[in-house]
């Protein structure tokens, strides 16, 4: 089985507004991305192919080192314009450079506190046959439908909403169909759906989110000093 994980990296971090990439963000010393490469290398994935912030090539390899040395192969390219084009230079690398890749996984820098638990799940429903799997979580707020100048157009139904997170994961070939499909989506599995393809779910993890906001970043940090503080019981 071979399992390769993409991470996309190359966003700028405006929201987080922190005066470099997000994925070159420290909590406690240690860069959002050298947190999420690890979380991946501790379920298993053999091989990560980052895709960068251009200007931070060197960066990244850098700081991604010590990481390949501890059992995994970390490959860096530069990233590209949007998420997707960043997603998919990563996934032709990977199935250029890294011979037998049938599982791919696609996982965001930014949420660096995803759990080796849930890239196990994923990996695991991938495996049994299943060509697109996602982590998910309940919506637990009310959730309306608005029209452009804001007023309510109608309330879904939450239970059968979902928070969606990363990894996901694919069969190689569909993800490669569906980057080359000429689609567009926010996420790989939309991709992925709007080919038809059955997407399912598995429980995703509070920890998992994307840190996007300098409140995430805090609530971030507050995890690592509640978990620091758990192991030292
Ligand atoms: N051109 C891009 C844009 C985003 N990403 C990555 O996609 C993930 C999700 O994107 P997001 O959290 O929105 O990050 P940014 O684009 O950096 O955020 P912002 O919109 O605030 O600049 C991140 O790991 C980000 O680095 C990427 O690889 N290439
Ligand atoms: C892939 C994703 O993280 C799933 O929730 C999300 O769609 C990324 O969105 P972004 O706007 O590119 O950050």
Do not use: C
């Amino acid at each position: 089985m071979g399992v390769v994980a993409l991470v996309p990296a190359a966003g700028r971090g405006e929201r987080l507004g922190y005066g470099m990439p997000k994925a070159l963000v420290p909590v406690d010393g240690v860069p959002l991305l050298v947190r999420a490469v690890r979380g991946l290398l501790e379920a298993g994935v053999r091989h990560v192919v980052i895709a960068a912030p251009p200007s931070d090539v060197a960066t990244v390899n850098t700081v991604t080192a010590p990481l390949a040395q501890a059992g995994g192969a970390v490959h860096v390219l530069p990233g590209g314009a949007e998420r997707s084009d960043s997603v998919r230079l990563a996934l032709e690398h990977a199935v250029r450079e890294i011979p037998g890749t049938t599982i791919v996984l696609v996982h965001d820098a930014a949420r660096a506190f995803t759990p080796p638990e849930v890239v196990r799940a994923v990996i695991d429903a991938v495996a049994a046959g299943h060509p697109a799997v996602i982590p998910v979580l309940p919506v637990t707020d009310t959730v309306k439908r608005v029209d452009p100048e804001g007023v309510v157009i109608d309330t879904p139904d939450r239970a059968s909403l979902r928070v969606v997170q990363t990894p996901q994961g694919f069969d190689a070939a569909v993800l490669l169909r569906a980057h080359g499909s000429g689609l567009h989506a926010t996420d790989d599995a939309g991709l992925v759906e709007r080919m038809g393809v059955p997407v399912v779910t598995v429980p995703g993890h509070q920890d998992a989110m994307k840190i996007t906001t300098k409140f995430d970043l805090a609530v971030a940090e507050a995890l690592l000093v509640g978990s620091a503080a758990r192991g030292a019981q």
